[in-house]
């Protein structure tokens, strides 16, 4: 049993060693300033990064979220009708939707969504 367990122990440290060995072995030795500068979103990190953001994409992407986030929370509310009482579901939708109307309508009357 002892013989055994020190095999084990051996092939163990073994395969430790080479699997800290390989890394060196395959270093790459060929790099340049490209290839270890991050790619970030298709922004080049070797340019100004004073370059100007569009806000219109930013408030684009931001009603996104919000009425993504919004129609996750509505999604479960058919399955919710079997759960509650009926009243009390039509007045939880009525609610959500009427928030969800009034901010579209606010967002419309703002010129948010309008692409300039």
């Not at 298709?42 to 004073?50: A, K, L, Q, T």
């Not at 009425?67 to 479960?76: C, N």
């Amino acid at each position: 049993m002892k013989l055994l367990l020190t095999f084990w122990m051996i092939i163990i440290i073994m395969m430790l060693i080479i699997i800290m060995i390989i890394p060196l072995i395959n270093i790459q030795k060929n790099k340049d300033r490209e290839k270890n500068s991050p790619f970030e979103c298709g922004f080049d990190p070797m340019s100004n990064s004073r370059i100007s953001f569009s806000i219109q994409f930013f408030t684009v992407s931001l009603m996104f979220l919000i009425f993504d986030i919004e129609i996750s929370i509505l999604m479960p509310m058919p399955v919710l009708i079997m759960m509650s009482k009926t009243y009390l579901w039509i007045y939880t939708m009525a609610i959500l939707v009427f928030t969800l109307l009034m901010g579209l309508i606010l967002e419309w009357k703002e010129g948010s969504m309008n692409w300039k």
